[in-house]
């Protein structure tokens, strides 16, 4: 993957609120040497810092120019299929036990990094607050699937 990150620079150009977006990812981290970087774990590290990570890494390569929204979602479908493809065959009650081999946990492990860090590179170049977007989507699924209705129950909301 990364083959293809794009400049942001004419696309945020385009768009104020994408500029400013670009500007609240800390450009000092955005300048730091790969020696400098914190080590990166869930339980201390924030969706901002990640997003300024990705973005650095796109920058330093000059591959701001070929992230428009369009190619960016389609290398997130495309990295979504990697994923997939490696439960592809396995039957849904032990395709958890895939993960239990090593090898293919770190090669599933790099597929849902690509998968996340193309969600967040779109973003990042869309100008999205993706905590208050997932937080939206969440209040709305909530709306949508009441958990009276929708407790222990697979259906489609219309379904319910
Ligand atoms: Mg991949």
Request: proline share 1%.
């Amino acid at each position: 993957m990364y083959n293809k990150i794009g400049s942001t620079k004419n696309i945020l150009s385009q768009n104020r609120a994408n500029r400013r977006i670009a500007v609240n990812l800390a450009p000092a981290q955005l300048s730091m040497q790969a020696a400098e970087m914190k080590s990166m774990q869930d339980d201390r590290t924030t969706v901002g810092e990640i997003r300024a990570r990705v973005l650095a890494f796109a920058r330093e390569r000059d591959w701001e120019q070929f992230h428009s929204l369009k190619n960016l979602s389609m290398a997130l479908a495309a990295e979504a299929g990697e994923l997939m493809e490696h439960f592809l065959w396995a039957e849904s009650k032990t395709s958890g036990e895939i993960l239990r081999d090593a090898k293919k946990r770190s090669a599933i492990e790099d597929e849902i990094a690509d998968v996340v860090i193309y969600a967040l590179e779109f973003a990042n170049i869309g100008g999205i607050d993706l905590a208050k977007a997932i937080e939206t989507k969440l209040a709305k699924n909530a709306a949508k699937y009441p958990v009276e209705k929708a407790k222990g129950r697979a259906d489609k909301y219309t379904e319910l």
